[in-house]
Nanobody, 124 residues
Framework: QVQLVESGGGLVQAGGSLRLSCAAS????????MGWFRQAPGKERDFVAG????????YNLDSVKGRFTISRDNAKNTVLLQMNSLEPEDTAVYYC?????????????????WGQGTQVTVSS
């Protein structure tokens, strides 16, 4: 079992930055692929970024290219999402997700564990 707890969300003006953190329980965190998703009201939960246990990252380039950076610290069981140049369209609940293995899926159905989410609101 893996438990995930997100933090770092909040209200920020357009152009600002936030750093989301996902703390994971479990001694085998280092063998898991991790992903960040987001869900805006009335929309589906979409893939934002993912990272495998070796630190190789994958991004949904259409939405966050050049603005978001995902990283992980296996010693601290933590995954971070640094979000810069935020836009009102980035407003959503952001979720951390995990699945065992090296592959980083981009669809929500392929993840086994989820956090409770953290709200990010970007004002114009």
């Amino acid at each position: 079992q893996v438990q995930l707890v997100e933090s770092g969300g909040g209200l920020v003006q357009a152009g600002g930055s936030l750093r989301l953190s996902c703390a994971a329980s479990g001694r085998i965190f280092s063998s898991y692929a991790m992903g960040w998703f987001r869900q805006a009201p009335g929309k589906e939960r979409d893939f934002v970024a993912g990272i495998n246990w070796r630190g190789k990252s994958t991004y949904n380039l259409d939405s966050v290219k050049g603005r978001f950076t995902i990283s992980r610290d296996n010693a601290k069981n933590t995954v971070l999402l640094q979000m810069n140049s935020l836009e009102p369209e980035d407003t959503a609940v952001y979720y951390c997700a995990a699945r065992p293995g090296i592959v980083v899926p981009t669809h929500r159905d392929n993840y086994d564990y989820w956090g409770q989410g953290t709200q990010v609101t970007v004002s114009s």
